[in-house]
C-alpha cells in the first residue's frame, strides 16, 4: 500500500531533486579533484603514468625546501597588500562617487574599464608602460623628475617587481570593491547624517560613528572574497612578470617545469589548500564574529 506523503515531504524530495543536479556538478567538479590530487601527493608521479607510494616525502621535501618559505612570504605580503590596498581604494572612490557632480555617470563608467577588460591587453599596456627603454614610467623618473641615475627593468627586478604585480592588482580589482561599497552606501538612512549634524558632528565623526558601521558586513565580506581570490592568484602575475614567485606560480613550475614532479605539485597544492581554508577560518570567527 502507497503511503501518503505529506505537503512538507512533498516539498523536502521536490527541493532534493531540484538541488541534486548542482550537487552532482560540485561532486565531479571540485571534490572530485580535490580529493584525487590529495590522493597524488603521497605518490612519486613520473609522467610516463607510473607511480611509487612514498607517504610523507613530498610534504618533507617541499617544507624543506627555502623557495617554498620564500614563495609562502611573497603570497602574504602580495595578498595582505592587495586586499588591503583594494579595500581602501575601493572605499574611497565609492565615498567620491556617492556624491553628485557634474558627469557623474561618464566617470563611473570609466571606473569599470580595468575591471571588465581583458587581462592579456592591460597586461602588455603596463608592460609597456614600464618598459626600461621606451616606457612612460622610466622617461618621468629618469629624464623628467631626475628620482633616477639610469634606467632600469622595474617589473624585471625581483625587490621591485612583487610592488608592481600589487599596484596592478589594485587598479585591476578596485571596482569590484567600490561597486559593492557603493551599493550599501546608497541605501544608509539620510536621516543617520542629519541626526549627527544635529548633534555637531563634523565629517570625520559621521565616518566613523555611521559610515564605517554600516558598511563593516559588506567590507568583512570583500575582504574575505579577495582574500580568496588573491591567495589563488595566477594568471595576472604570470602574465604580468616571472619575478614574482607567489605560491600558486611556484606550484606551477614545480608541477609542469623543469622534472615535472607532480607529486610535490600535489603537496604544494593540499598545502596551500589547508593554509587558506586555516586562515579563512581564522577570519570568519575572530573579525566577522560568524
Not at 556538478?25 to 580535490?34: A, G
Not at 587598479?171 to 544635529?198: C, G, H, V
Not at 600535489?266 to 566577522?288: D, E, N, P, T
Request: aromatic content about 18%; hydrophobic content about 50%.
Amino acid at each position: 500500500m502507497q503511503k501518503h506523503l505529506t505537503l512538507e515531504q512533498k516539498d523536502a524530495r521536490l527541493g532534493v531533486k531540484l538541488v541534486l543536479p548542482a550537487l552532482s556538478i560540485i561532486l565531479l567538479l571540485i571534490l572530485y579533484p580535490v580529493g584525487y590530487n590529495i590522493y597524488l601527493s603521497f605518490f612519486d608521479v613520473t609522467m610516463t603514468g607510473q607511480s611509487t607510494y612514498i607517504a610523507l616525502e613530498n610534504y618533507t621535501s617541499v617544507l624543506s625546501d627555502p623557495t617554498f618559505w620564500k614563495s609562502v612570504a611573497t603570497t602574504f605580503t602580495y595578498v595582505i597588500f592587495s586586499t588591503f590596498g583594494t579595500t581602501l581604494f575601493g572605499l574611497i572612490v565609492a565615498m567620491v562617487m556617492n556624491k553628485k557632480f557634474p558627469l557623474r555617470w561618464l566617470v563611473r563608467s570609466i571606473i569599470l574599464l580595468p575591471y571588465v577588460a581583458p587581462v592579456i591587453s592591460v597586461v602588455f599596456a603596463w608592460q609597456f608602460f614600464f618598459d626600461p627603454v621606451n616606457g612612460i614610467f622610466m622617461h618621468f623618473m629618469v629624464d623628467v623628475l631626475g628620482i633616477y641615475d639610469q634606467r632600469f627593468n622595474l617589473i624585471g627586478s625581483p625587490s621591485y617587481a612583487i610592488w608592481v604585480a600589487i599596484i596592478f592588482s589594485i587598479w585591476k580589482s578596485f571596482p569590484f570593491t567600490y561597486l559593492m561599497l557603493l551599493s550599501r552606501l546608497q541605501t544608509i538612512d539620510k536621516n543617520l547624517y542629519e541626526a549627527a549634524e544635529i548633534d555637531g558632528c563634523g565629517p570625520v565623526r559621521k565616518f566613523f560613528s555611521i559610515t564605517l558601521p554600516e558598511l563593516y558586513f559588506v567590507m568583512g565580506s570583500i575582504v574575505l572574497l579577495r582574500f580568496i581570490w588573491n591567495f589563488n592568484k595566477f594568471e595576472d602575475i604570470y602574465l604580468l612578470t616571472d619575478n614574482v614567485k607567489v605560491l600558486s606560480i611556484y606550484t606551477y613550475f614545480k608541477a609542469f617545469t623543469g622534472n615535472m614532479d607532480l607529486g610535490q605539485g600535489s603537496a604544494l597544492v593540499v598545502i596551500q589548500f589547508g593554509l587558506l581554508i586555516g586562515l579563512i577560518l581564522l577570519y570568519v570567527k575572530k573579525v566577522l564574529k560568524w
